[in-house]
């Protein structure tokens, strides 16, 4: 991972690591100020925005994947980082002080997966359904949905509701979430998403839709349980 130079001609293209004197303020759906200190700021390409300070694991500040990133610099030489999102309308604005260092990279490890194949979990979810929904039981395995594709699983609730069950193997994203909305949409059923973890904008839309996030350890392939959130 290269340190110093040019970091602001990586965004967009690379994770770039700022450790940064800055001063943060918030304006959206509230509005915060944060006064100047050293903070730790990720800058990912998907828009993704993450400041950190020297206490804890969360961010005191983020912004999701698909916001804009962009830095202007002031004429007595500060620079101010803006992202912004469109919806709802977010707004964080960094102003830099001064760079202790800067380094960016794109890491090269593969995505997370389960242990155990597509179909392995599937089978687990089968064999497992009452500890998803209680009360429920599986309708069928790699349901067609004409015009839209194959559902994993179609089951339903014990008050008879359908419900759609999506399984990835990897972390899952705003198109696994998007996805499922199109075979619950179609089928007028409610939706679970089954994964090992799940992107803070998946969390987020799946909870704008109602649907059910269900995290699966690669121990649950073995006697185990499964999580839900």
């Known amino acids: ?18 450790y940064a004197d800055s001063e943060v303020s918030y304006d959206g759906r509230a509005v915060s100020r944060a006064g100047r200190a050293w903070r730790l700021i990720i800058i990912k390409p998907d828009g993704t925005l993450l400041i ?3 206490q804890g694991y969360q961010p005191m500040n983020w912004q999701p994947p698909g916001s804009r990133i962009s830095v202007t610099e002031t004429s007595d030489g500060k620079l101010i980082i803006y992202s912004t999102r469109q919806r709802p309308r977010e707004v964080i604005r960094v102003v830099v002080y001064g760079i202790e260092w800067a380094c960016w990279g794109m890491p090269s490890e593969g995505a997370f997966r389960l242990t155990g194949t597509h179909e392995d979990v599937k089978e687990w979810i089968v064999r497992n359904i009452q500890r998803i929904i209680p009360g429920g039981r599986v309708i069928s395995v790699e349901y067609e949905i004409p015009g839209h594709g194959i559902a994993d699983i179609l089951a339903e609730d014990a008050s008879g509701r359908k419900i759609v069950i999506e399984v990835k193997r990897q972390c899952a994203d705003l198109h696994a979430v998007s996805q499922l909305r199109r075979y619950a949409d179609a089928l007028n059923a409610g939706g679970i998403l089954v994964a090992p973890c799940f992107t803070s904008g998946a969390r987020r839309l799946a909870r704008e839709y109602g649907f059910q996030l269900v995290t699966l350890d690669p121990s649950d392939l073995s006697p185990g349980t499964a999580g839900a959130n």
């Open 52 to 54: 950190h300070t020297d």
């Open 1 to 18: 991972m290269p340190c110093g130079g040019n970091w602001r001609s990586q965004i967009g293209r690379s994770v770039i690591v700022l």
